[in-house]
T-cell receptor, first 116, second 114 residues
Framework: GAVVSQHPSRVICKSGTSVKIECRSL??????MFWYRQFPKQSLMLMAT?????????EQGVEKDKFLINHASLTLSTLTVTSAHPEDSSFYIC????????????FGPGTRLTVT | GNSVTQMEGPVTLSEEAFLTINCTYT??????LFWYVQYPGEGLQLLLK?????DKGSNKGFEATYRKETTSFHLEKGSVQVSDSAVYFC?????????????FGQGTILTVHP
């Protein structure tokens, strides 16, 4: 079964509003989570690294004030798209490395954001 | 910097055909290499991995061998099924670890017809 969940799976919002996406690790703790963005028929692009108890680390070209990340607990990271615009419409995916011995990284099912 | 290049798709095959999806990479040091699969409507799942040169990752009939001399990690399957239809991503992590920041290829859409 899924070990990383995302909520919501789909969201449609109006231009100018903010949207919060949650990423939860279900049966393990994750001090680090990653947020990716996937454009249609394109690869995943890493946006930022979410760190529990400290500030997120953003990749070059990603607007920190646009994409707010909060890692409030060992099982939850949130991505808030502020003042969303149609160009922010995309598929957002989170991942978390397992603390188990295999250290495998698990991906959430993704959130489809559509800004109208 | 790190980069991953996959063969362009989409790839369309008949059931039981042989599959090859090419993947080459550029990285400093000794990266770990991965193939992830994304089935329709689902999140990415790890298909197989290799953490050092000449390692062969295998799972569900898929195989890929870490070739340092050609910087490649081609995915192969001898006989594909309709259920293999999905998007396949080649990826790497720098430094030989199994987790952390992944660099992905552009993905290859595979469609298998009965």
């Amino acid at each position: 079964g899924a070990v990383v969940s995302q909520h919501p799976s789909r969201v449609i919002c109006k231009s100018g509003t903010s949207v919060k996406i949650e990423c939860r690790s279900l049966d393990f703790q994750a001090t680090t989570m990653f947020w990716y963005r996937q454009f249609p028929k394109q690869s995943l692009m890493l946006m930022a690294t979410s760190n529990e108890g400290s500030k997120a680390t953003y990749e070059q070209g990603v607007e920190k004030d646009k994409f707010l990340i909060n890692h409030a607990s060992l099982t939850l990271s949130t991505l808030t798209v502020t003042s969303a615009h149609p160009e922010d419409s995309s598929f957002y995916i989170c991942s978390a490395p397992s603390s188990r011995a295999n250290n495998e990284q698990y991906f959430g099912p993704g959130t489809r954001l559509t800004v109208t | 910097g790190n980069s991953v290049t996959q063969m362009e798709g989409p790839v369309t095959l008949s059931e039981e055909a042989f599959l090859t999806i090419n993947c080459t990479y550029t990285a400093t040091g000794y990266p770990s290499l991965f193939w992830y699969v994304q089935y329709p409507g689902e999140g990415l799942q790890l298909l197989l991995k290799a953490t050092k040169a000449d390692d062969k990752g295998s799972n569900k009939g898929f195989e890929a061998t870490y070739r340092k001399e050609t910087t490649s990690f081609h995915l192969e399957k001898g006989s594909v099924q309709v259920s293999d239809s999905a998007v396949y991503f080649c990826a790497l992590i720098r430094g030989g670890t199994s987790y952390g920041k992944l660099t992905f290829g552009q993905g290859t859409i595979l469609t298998v017809h009965p």
